[in-house]
T-cell receptor, first 111, second 115 residues
Framework: GESVGLHLPTLSVQEGDNSIINCAYS??????FIWYKQESGKGPQFIID?????DKRQGQRVTVLLNKTVKHLSLQIAATQPGDSAVYFC??????????FGGGTRLMVKP | DSGVTQTPKHLITATGQRVTLRCSPR?????VYWYQQSLDQGLQFLIQ???????AKGNILERFSAQQFPDLHSELNLSSLELGDSALYFC??????????????FGPGTRLTVL
């Protein structure tokens, strides 16, 4: 498949460990945030979202944390599996305007 | 599978040429978005159409244009192509106009290579 962002920061974790992927966003007025997962050769896939009036939201094996004070977003993946290997992007938006994507982090899961 | 389809999957062309990329949104979705993903720029929003009308514009060059047809499929036209236009082009769709909680679902992309 195609490689996206050959110069992306990379997080390497052992299978079964928890992963934490971080994102610093730019607009303090952003009110909605999304995490996307992009596997090689595929388009970004929605994982989880959070509104600015929340600081934590949980999904299945994933948790998103939002710290508006320092404009920081994180994605926690519990019990990381080989299928979680991908590039992860955070995206922010304000008042329903266009999404602004972060640069992405490559997650590599070692068996 | 997101339900968004894009054709072609790969496109190789020469500088100065013009190409058309096609996108069919998920059934029922009224908004279509186009993004460009290159190695050095990441995912960049280009343009959004809602129910046939242009709704938002991002970093889209004047050489690029798009439209959404009555059946809601969309085409992105890239003309006077340059080497730097080589990238992945993604289409996404959403149900509504693109409100704060209107999830965008992405297609598999078209890989454009300009030689």
């Amino acid at each position: 498949g195609e490689s996206v962002g050959l110069h992306l920061p990379t997080l390497s974790v052992q299978e079964g460990d928890n992963s934490i992927i971080n994102c610093a966003y730019s607009n303090s007025a952003s009110d909605y945030f999304i995490w996307y997962k992009q596997e090689s050769g595929k388009g970004p896939q929605f994982i989880i979202d959070i509104r600015s009036n929340m600081d934590k939201r949980q999904g299945q094996r994933v948790t998103v944390l939002l710290n508006k004070t320092v404009k920081h977003l994180s994605l926690q993946i519990a019990a990381t599996q080989p299928g979680d290997s991908a590039v992860y992007f955070c995206a922010e938006t304000y008042a329903g305007n266009m999404l602004t994507f972060g640069g992405g982090t490559r997650l590599m899961v070692k068996p | 599978d997101s339900g968004v389809t894009q054709t072609p999957k790969h496109l190789i062309t020469a500088t100065g040429q013009r190409v058309t990329l096609r996108c069919s949104p998920r059934s029922g979705d009224l908004s279509v978005y186009w993004y460009q993903q290159s190695l050095d720029q990441g995912l960049q929003f280009l343009i959004q159409y809602y129910n046939g009308e242009e709704r938002a514009k991002g970093n889209i060059l004047e050489r690029f244009s798009a439209q959404q047809f009555p059946d809601l499929h969309s085409e992105l036209n890239l003309s006077s192509l340059e080497l730097g236009d080589s990238a992945l082009y993604f289409c996404a769709s959403s149900v509504n106009r693109g409100s704060a909680t209107d999830t965008q679902y992405f297609g598999p992309g078209t890989r454009l290579t300009v030689l």
